[in-house]
């Protein structure tokens, strides 16, 4: 089942449809507690290196923590983390996973944070989802002098075959050569778009970049399940999103033939070192 083909919308019409996007996880919060992958410990340990701090010991504002995946790894690896995250949905999922972690409710264009009160404010696969006019002032408000803002993103490792395979079969099912899995459009490292409209961008020589590969085995329907908790197929609609999903699983079962899915992925890293 293939939807009509996308056309370009006008721009208060893309500013609605993100907000759409971004609030339609509230719906699927187990879901996406249950099947969206963790990170690495190399993760840690990169955004460390490029910090110039350990993560043990931080104070950590973890923006738009959502079900508390990250949250979880900071405070494993010794932060003290304060949660911010401002959907229903995905605080109240939240507090399940971590009912003794604090967490405040609010977003990032708005921090509920005391300026110069952390060493760490990180963002996983939550900053495309702000203002950068207003999320990157308020991030280096909050961080104390030599703090850093870490932002990073799990992305589909598009060199795997079936991975690359999967994504085609995503913009075919859509009807459109811009559709991917992630809400904010294709990630990469080498621009400067996570920051266009920030009234004082970071200079070059402030961000340091990594890509840190990792892999996980998950049986198939963890791996639809995972599909299906982006807001691309959220908003797709119950039955459209089932049809392709059903279709997935064939395509699955034949390169997974023991029903284990191997998902690869790069987790894109960015972290800006306050002055």
């Not at 990792?214 to 299906?228: E, K, Q």
Request: aromatic share 6%; charged share 20%; net charge negative.
């Amino acid at each position: 089942m293939t939807s009509p083909t996308a056309r370009p919308l006008p721009h208060d019409s893309l500013v609605q449809a993100h907000a759409e996007r971004a609030r339609s996880f509230n719906g699927a919060a187990a879901v996406y507690a249950a099947a969206r992958p963790s990170y690495p410990p190399a993760l840690l340990d990169a955004v460390e290196e490029l910090a110039g701090r350990p993560v043990e010991g931080a104070d950590v504002a973890d923006v738009g923590a959502g079900t508390g995946i990250s949250t979880t790894i900071l405070r494993a690896r010794g932060a003290r983390v304060v949660a911010v995250e401002p959907g229903d949905g995905m605080a109240a999922q939240f507090r399940v996973a971590l009912p003794d972690a604090p967490l405040v409710r609010g977003d990032g264009n708005h921090l509920p944070l005391a300026s110069g009160s952390v060493d760490l404010i990180t963002y996983a696969q939550s900053w495309h989802w702000t203002d950068p006019a207003l999320s990157f002032p308020e991030a280096m408000r909050v961080l104390r002098p030599g703090g850093a803002l870490a932002l990073w993103w799990n992305t589909d490792a598009q060199d795997i075959p079936w991975i690359a395979e999967q994504a085609d079969r995503i913009r075919q099912h859509f009807g459109d050569a811009r559709a991917n899995k992630s809400g904010g459009g294709t990630r990469t490292l080498g621009n400067g778009m996570h920051f266009a409209g920030a009234p004082f961008p970071p200079a070059p020589d402030r961000i340091g970049r990594r890509v840190v590969r990792w892999s996980r085995r998950v049986p198939v329907d963890t791996h639809l399940a995972n599909i299906a908790s982006h807001s691309l197929f959220i908003l797709h609609g119950e039955e459209m999103t089932r049809a392709f999903l059903d279709q997935e699983r064939a395509c699955l079962q034949e390169t997974f033939p023991d029903g284990v899915v191997e998902e690869t992925y790069d987790v894109l890293l960015l972290v800006v070192t306050a002055p």
